[in-house]
């Protein structure tokens, strides 16, 4: 079955402990990027990835790491978690071929920071 | 940069039709998406436009005018599973869609 997986799905931390969120991908999709969002201010990407190793910041990256060392796998890093990163986090893929695209999201990871 | 205007909120009986607009300024064009979205879910892929015209799947359909910045979800015999936000998202030169804020459909009997 095609999907985005993300891990944890729910997530209670303290502020400055750092974590990860892992997003995977079974369909050899070339395009990652990560969103969260927020009441009122809609879906927000954070990073994207085009290809292995390359990624590149989205419209509010601050506070936040990535990686794409496989192509399967991006994970999304906060180094030093702060109450204002908790949000609704969203992982997606997309295939860069063209023609009738779809976006696959992942489940969602919530993410309290206390 | 980019620009995507969806109405906030809208409300339609069961069974009725409801339209939902969406309008974008963008730095070059490769797409729009349409998805559903219910609360505290992922968003569903629903529609995806690169070309001007009107693709229909089941009880929706989207239209899309390049020229004129302007998309719509068309949303026939509501039923109250409908009740959702719907999202619009372009993407633009970069091959990198960006969402509008979502527009929350509310389906009464």
């Known amino acids: 079955e095609a999907q985005v997986t993300q891990n944890p799905r729910y997530l209670i931390t303290v502020t400055g402990k750092k974590l990860t969120v892992t997003c995977s991908q079974n369909m050899n999709h070339e395009y990652m990027s990560w969103y969260r969002q927020d009441p009122g201010l809609g879906l927000r990407q954070i990073y994207y990835s085009m290809n292995v190793e390359a990624t590149d910041k989205g419209d509010v990256p601050e506070g936040y790491k990535v990686s794409r060392k496989e192509k399967r796998n991006f994970p999304l890093i906060l180094e030093s978690p702060s109450p204002n990163q908790t949000s609704l986090y969203f992982c997606a893929s997309i295939k860069l071929s063209g023609g009738t695209d779809t976006q696959y999201f992942g489940p969602g990871t919530r993410l309290t920071v206390l | 940069g980019q620009n995507i205007d969806q109405p906030t909120e809208m409300t339609a009986t069961e069974g009725a039709i409801v339209q939902i607009n969406c309008t974008y300024q963008?730095?070059?064009?490769?797409?729009l998406f349409w998805y559903q979205q219910h609360a505290g879910e992922a968003p569903t892929f629903l529609s995806y436009n690169v070309l001007d015209g009107l693709e229909e799947k089941g009880r929706f359909s989207s239209f899309l005018s390049r020229s004129k910045g302007y998309s719509y979800l068309l949303l026939k015999e509501l039923q109250m599973k409908d009740s959702a936000s719907y999202l619009c998202a372009v993407r633009g030169g970069s091959y990198i869609p960006t969402f509008g804020r979502g527009t929350s459909l509310i389906v009464h009997p």
């Open positions: 963008t730095s070059g064009f490769n797409g």
